[in-house]
């Protein structure tokens, strides 16, 4: 017993010393991609969310807070959720230019790769959110584009730092939208 509760805490430790060392060289990403998100907001377009794999979840999550709400109640913005096996089909099919692709991938290179590819093909910006980003993801991503490495080899400590990271998009996202707010 003693030794699963070592272990279950090792796993806070872990979590927290992971958001703890990238807080600093995730910050300036994550307000690039909040100022692409919501200038495609704010232009009219809608945000196709896609997970790839494990971060599928992830990619419904943050629709719910784009169209509902984050923390605070605001006007329902456009995004949706494209999900596998045909999110390529519908990215190609929903996709438009002035739209943004949030990209959330823990682990499928492949599938990843795909969507960026849709996404530029009807000239979207792509905020992609991942792991350790494969050399050919970034080679595929444009000047306009956003890159969010989370640093670690360990798919589960990527999607609780993916987590958080959506979390600050969409508290960035209504901020500058609405403003600060009151106490």
Same mark, same amino acid.
């Given at each position: +017993?003693? +030794? &699963?509760?070592? %272990?279950?805490?090792?796993?806070?430790?872990?979590?927290?010393? @992971?958001?703890?060392?990238?807080?600093?060289?995730?910050? =300036?990403?994550? /307000?690039?991609?909040?100022?692409?998100?919501?200038?495609?907001?704010?232009?009219?377009?809608?945000? @196709? /969310?896609?997970?790839?794999?494990?971060?599928?979840?992830?990619? $419904?999550? /943050?629709?719910?807070? &784009?169209?509902?709400?984050?923390? %605070?109640?605001?006007?329902?913005?456009?995004?949706?959720?494209?999900?596998?096996? =045909?999110? /390529?089909?519908?990215?190609?099919? @929903?996709?438009?230019?002035?739209?943004?692709?949030?990209?959330?991938?823990?682990?499928?290179?492949?599938?990843?790769?795909?969507?960026?590819?849709?996404?530029?093909?009807?000239? +979207?910006?792509?905020?992609?959110?991942?792991?350790?980003?494969?050399?050919?993801? =970034?080679? =595929?991503?444009?000047?306009?584009?956003?890159?969010?490495?989370?640093?670690?080899? %360990?798919?589960? %400590?990527?999607?609780?730092?993916?987590? &958080?990271?959506?979390?600050?998009?969409?508290? $960035?996202?209504?901020?500058?939208? +609405?403003?600060?707010?009151?106490?």
């Amino acid at each position: +017993m003693l +030794m &699963l509760e070592q %272990r279950i805490q090792q796993q806070f430790f872990e979590s927290a010393d @992971l958001q703890y060392q990238t807080a600093e060289s995730l910050s =300036r990403p994550l /307000v690039q991609a909040a100022a692409a998100l919501l200038g495609t907001i704010t232009g009219g377009g809608k945000v @196709l /969310v896609h997970g790839c794999g494990q971060a599928a979840a992830l990619a $419904a999550h /943050v629709q719910d807070l &784009l169209i509902g709400r984050f923390e %605070r109640e605001r006007p329902p913005l456009a995004a949706l959720a494209v999900t596998a096996p =045909r999110a /390529v089909a519908q990215l190609q099919a @929903l996709g438009q230019p002035g739209d943004a692709l949030l990209l959330l991938d823990a682990g499928d290179a492949a599938a990843a790769l795909e969507a960026v590819d849709a996404a530029h093909e009807k000239e +979207m910006t792509v905020v992609a959110l991942t792991g350790l980003a494969e050399p050919a993801l =970034r080679e =595929r991503l444009g000047e306009a584009d956003v890159l969010i490495s989370v640093p670690h080899e %360990r798919a589960i %400590r990527v999607l609780e730092t993916q987590l &958080l990271a959506l979390h600050c998009l969409c508290d $960035a996202i209504d901020l500058q939208l +609405m403003g600060e707010q009151g106490p």
